[in-house]
């Protein structure tokens, strides 16, 4: 990483952080990094936190392409996108000397609301009902009609996301080197009139999803963008598809996906 020297740092700021964060910056300096207070200026984004850090991390920066995103834990366990621990700086500094560290490129998914500016996802996407009744979505693959949905909500997810809101829906744990998109039901009704898949569907990276709001009064779902809330009024169609854009993360060699799929759940 020569070239890369300029660091910015995201964290929730409290007392107990930023007292764990001092050393981190001294190292920084010492290797002659340049802590940077706008993230535009930067080609090293750090989260520290756990993975809801991260998350939001992505989501403050922008989901800068050109980065390289590296995610230091606070808690005592693993994270999904923290391979690396604020207890153990030393270890940080190690595994750069010794290259065991390499970059890795994880896919992101595109969503458009009413056809607006897209954003994206790093985990999933996804539409819940706001009101306790049931909604009411048609669901479309590449402008085919596909299926009527009733239910909770739908959650579209990628690859990395699958171990997470997929996960607990009975989603497939997806190896990120394939391409694609999951589409998962929560809590779908089941019944003569209305009828669904009632499985996790994984769409190649060529497919998009459309899902169109049925306006029957219910027309303000909650969208979810990973660990963010979007209100949008008037949500009328969604439109998914797996992203260009790739987010580069840091990682140590000896951590992958697999190994911590097994070392979180097994
Ligand atoms: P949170 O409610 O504080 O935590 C959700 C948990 O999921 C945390 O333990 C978090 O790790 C972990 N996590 C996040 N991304 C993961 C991934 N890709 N693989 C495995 N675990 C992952 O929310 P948060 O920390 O801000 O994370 C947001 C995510 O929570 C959403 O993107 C969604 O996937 C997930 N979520 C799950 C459910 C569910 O399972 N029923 C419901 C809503 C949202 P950390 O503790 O390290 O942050
Ligand atoms: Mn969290």
Do not use: W
């Amino acid at each position: 990483m020569p070239t890369r020297r300029n660091v910015f740092l995201f964290y929730k700021p409290t007392m107990e952080l930023e007292e764990k964060i001092t050393p981190l910056k001294a190292l920084a300096k010492e290797h002659n990094f340049h802590i940077v207070n706008d993230y535009r200026q930067a080609n090293i984004i750090v989260s520290i936190g756990g993975d809801g850090a991260f998350l939001q991390a992505l989501r403050k920066t922008e989901f800068q392409e050109d980065c390289l995103y590296l995610g230091i834990n606070t808690g005592d366990h693993l994270g999904f996108y923290t391979d690396f621990s604020i207890n153990d700086i030393n270890a940080i500094t190690e595994a750069m000397k010794n290259e065991q560290v390499e970059v890795r490129k994880n896919p992101t998914i595109m969503v458009s609301v009413n056809d607006e500016k897209p954003f994206y996802c790093f985990n999933e996407c996804s539409i819940r009902s706001n009101v306790i009744r049931t909604f009411v979505i048609d669901v479309f693959i590449d402008d085919m009609y596909f299926e009527t949905f009733r239910g909770d909500g739908l959650v579209v997810s990628t690859p990395t996301g699958s171990t997470a809101y997929n996960k607990s829906l009975g989603g497939a744990i997806v190896d990120p080197r394939l391409k694609g998109i999951q589409l998962t039901e929560i809590a779908s009704l089941n019944n003569n009139e209305f009828r669904t898949l009632g499985a996790p569907l994984i769409l190649s990276g060529e497919s998009t999803l459309t899902l169109k709001v049925v306006q029957d009064g219910n027309d303000y779902p909650i969208i979810g963008a990973d660990n963010e809330a979007l209100s949008i009024r008037h949500c009328h169609d969604i439109k998914i598809q797996l992203a260009e854009k790739q987010i580069k993360m840091l990682k140590l060699k000896d951590n992958s996906f697999f190994q911590r799929v097994q070392k979180t759940f097994l």
